[in-house]
Nanobody
Framework: QVQLVESGGGSVQAGGSLRLSCAAS????????MGWFRQAPGKERELVAG????????YYADSVKGRFTISRDSAKNTIDLRMNSLKPEDTANYYC???????????????WGQGTQVTVSS
């Protein structure tokens, strides 16, 4: 069974940077979706950035384009999310996610990490 372990996150002032990392274990699949979602209090969980390893496709939410970068280390089966120029509205709990399928970036039966808090102060 696939398990995800996240690291990184924390508190930073607006304009600062943070990096999140996620390591997947028990994952024998070469084609899958991996990415990061976030959920702020009172809001729905939203996809921030994703990778489909089968086609090398990438997704970024409009709100983070040009500021966030997702990358993958296939040998280690890890993904990172580099977050630059952080804004207070980026404050949320960030979740690593894994799924076999994510057609049009609609994830089917995703597996979640435990979540890590990112807080950006103004």
């Amino acid at each position: 069974q696939v398990q995800l372990v996240e690291s990184g996150g924390g508190s930073v002032q607006a304009g600062g940077s943070l990096r999140l990392s996620c390591a997947a274990s028990g994952d024998p699949y070469s084609n899958k979706c991996m990415g990061w979602f976030r959920q702020a209090p009172g809001k729905e969980r939203e996809l921030v950035a994703g990778i489909y390893t089968g086609g090398g496709d990438y997704y970024y939410a409009d709100s983070v384009k040009g500021r966030f970068t997702i990358s993958r280390d296939s040998a280690k089966n890890t993904i990172d999310l580099r977050m630059n120029s952080l804004k207070p509205e980026d404050t949320a709990n960030y979740y690593c996610a894994w799924a076999m399928q994510c057609p049009r970036w609609l994830w089917r039966a995703p597996i979640w990490g435990q979540g890590t808090q990112v807080t950006v102060s103004s």
